[in-house]
Nanobody, 124 residues
């Protein structure tokens, strides 16, 4: 079992930055592919970013590429999402997720473990 706890959400003006963190339980964190997803009211949950267990391979949604950076610190069992140049359309609840895999996993249904989410609101 893996438990995930997100933090770092909040209210920010357009053009600003936030860094989300996701702390994971367990002793085999580096065996898990990690991802960030988001869900706005009335919309389906969508992929944002993911990276492999080693952190050497990443994937991003087109809407965030060049603005968001996913990273991980396996010594701290933590994955991060640095969000820059935020836009009002980035407003959503952000969730981190984990799946035991050597690959970079981008599909929502492939993930086994989910955090409770953290709200990001970007004002115009």
């Amino acid at each position: 079992q893996v438990q995930l706890v997100e933090s770092g959400g909040g209210l920010v003006q357009a053009g600003g930055s936030l860094r989300l963190s996701c702390a994971a339980s367990g002793r085999t964190f580096s065996s898990y592919s990690m991802g960030w997803f988001r869900q706005a009211p009335g919309k389906e949950r969508e992929f944002v970013a993911a990276l492999s267990g080693s952190g050497s391979r990443t994937a991003y949604a087109g809407s965030v590429k060049g603005r968001f950076t996913i990273s991980r610190d396996n010594a701290k069992n933590t994955v991060y999402l640095q969000m820059n140049s935020l836009k009002p359309e980035d407003t959503a609840a952000y969730y981190c997720a984990a799946v035991r895999s050597l690959l970079v996993v981008v599909t929502t249904t492939s993930y086994d473990y989910w955090g409770q989410g953290t709200q990001v609101t970007v004002s115009s």
